[in-house]
C-alpha cells in the first residue's frame, strides 16, 4: 500500500486497472434522504448522510436573509465546502499519482453571489462567479503543478457537476 500525500495512491492505481476492464467497477449511486423540520428556532433542514464508513447527520439552515435563522451552514456552505474539499481532494491525489511530494496544500474559496432570482426578481443567475486558489508547497517545478492543477480542473467531480450541464429530476409526491 503506498501513501504519498494522504493519499492511497496503491488503491487508486488498482480501482483505475479493475475500471480498464469494467467500467461500472467505478460507478457508484449516492443517496440522501432528509426532512424540513417545521419547528421555530430549530435548523430547517436534517439529513443522514451515509458513507463509507458509516453515517452522520447534518443540518442546514438558511440565512436570515433567506428566511432562515442563520444557526447552521446553508445549502450553499455545504455547496461549496463539497467543491472545495473534492477539487483539493483531485489535486493531492493526481499530484500523488504523478510522484509529487507536497509539503503543504491549502484552498480557499470565494464566491459572488446574486440572490435577486431567489426573490423573483431577476433571471440572473445566483452564482456569478466563483473563485478558488490553491496554494502549495512543493519541490516540484512549477511548470509540474500546473500540470497537476489543469489535471485536477478536468477530473474533479465537483467541477464537473458545477460546469458542465447534468440531468436533474424532480418530482412531487403528494400524501
Known amino acids: 500500500m503506498t501513501i504519498l500525500n494522504n493519499v492511497n495512491v496503491g488503491m487508486l492505481e488498482q480501482v483505475a486497472r479493475e475500471a480498464k476492464a469494467d467500467k461500472s467497477k467505478v460507478k457508484r449511486t449516492q ?10 428556532g430549530q435548523p430547517q433542514f436534517r439529513a443522514e448522510v451515509s458513507f463509507e ?20 451552514p446553508g445549502p450553499l456552505h455545504y455547496c461549496f465546502f463539497g467543491l472545495v474539499s473534492c477539487y483539493t481532494a483531485t489535486f493531492a491525489a493526481v499530484a500523488s499519482q504523478m510522484g ?15 440572490f435577486s432570482r431567489v426573490f423573483g426578481l431577476s433571471k440572473e443567475p ?4 466563483i473563485r478558488i486558489l490553491l496554494q502549495v508547497e512543493s519541490d516540484a517545478p512549477r511548470e509540474k503543478l500546473e500540470e497537476v492543477e489543469k489535471l485536477a480542473y478536468e477530473r474533479c467531480p465537483a467541477v464537473f457537476a458545477l460546469t458542465e450541464k447534468v440531468r436533474l429530476s424532480t418530482a412531487l409526491e403528494v400524501k
Open 31 to 40: 443517496k440522501i434522504q432528509g426532512e424540513w423540520l417545521l419547528e421555530e
Open 53 to 72: 464508513g458509516g453515517k452522520i447527520v447534518m443540518e442546514a439552515d438558511q440565512p436570515k436573509n433567506l428566511g432562515g435563522g442563520g444557526t447552521r
Open 100 to 114: 509529487i511530494s507536497l509539503r503543504k496544500l491549502t484552498a480557499r474559496l470565494e464566491g459572488s453571489l446574486n
Open 126 to 129: 445566483v452564482m456569478e462567479e
